[in-house]
C-alpha cells in the first residue's frame, strides 16, 4: 500500500483504530494476505493463507502477532476468516512452533478443522506464485475486532 492511499484510508475512517488490510488472491489457489495496522502504522499482525475450491483444502503459510497482541483473540479472529473461504475444507499449516502448535490445537477444538502440520497441500497450492493485487480494507473483520480489547 502506497502511503498516499495510507493517508487517505486514515482520513476515510478518523474514528478506526486498528485497520485489516487484505490483499486478496487474483489466481486460483494463491497466496491472500491479511495484515493489521494501528493508526500510526505499526504492523500488529500477518496471516498468509491459501485455499484450493478444486481439492477442497487449504493451508495456513503463516500466521504472526506481535507478543504485547497474543491471548487476546485476534489470532483466533484471523484463523476464523480463513477458514470461511474454505469451512469444510482440509486444513494444514506451515511447521508449528511450540506456541503455535498450541494455538492450532485450541483452534481445532474450537473450529473442528484439524491444522496438520507440514503435511503435503495439494499442487495447485504447491504450484500457486505469489501476485500483487490492491489491497483492501476486510470491514467484517473490522467489525469483528470491535469486541478485541484495546493494544495501546
Keep these: 500500500m502506497s502511503e498516499t ?9 478518523p474514528r478506526t483504530h486498528r485497520f485489516f488490510i487484505h490483499w486478496p488472491n487474483d489466481t486460483p489457489a494463491g497466496h491472500q ?3 493489521v495496522y494501528d493508526r500510526e502504522g505499526i504492523d500488529w499482525a500477518r496471516l498468509v493463507w491459501k485455499v484450493c475450491h478444486e481439492c477442497q483444502r487449504g493451508v495456513i503459510s503463516k500466521i504472526s502477532l506481535t507478543p504485547s497482541v497474543q491471548r487476546q483473540g ?3 479472529l484471523l484463523i476464523e476468516r480463513a477458514l470461511l473461504d474454505g469451512p469444510d475444507y482440509q486444513w494444514t499449516t506451515s511447521p508449528q512452533s511450540p506456541d503455535g502448535k498450541s494455538f492450532f490445537e485450541a483452534m481445532a477444538i474450537r ?6 502440520a507440514g503435511a503435503k497441500t495439494c499442487e495447485h497450492i ?3 506464485r505469489t501476485s500483487r493485487t490492491a489491497p483492501v480494507l476486510d470491514r467484517r473483520l473490522q467489525r469483528a475486532a470491535s469486541v478485541l480489547p484495546s493494544w495501546q
Design 5 to 13: 492511499e495510507w493517508r487517505w484510508l486514515r482520513l476515510r475512517h
Design 33 to 35: 494476505n491479511i495484515r
Design 74 to 76: 485476534l489470532g483466533t
Design 111 to 116: 473450529t473442528g478443522a484439524r491444522f496438520t
Design 126 to 128: 504447491s504450484d500457486a
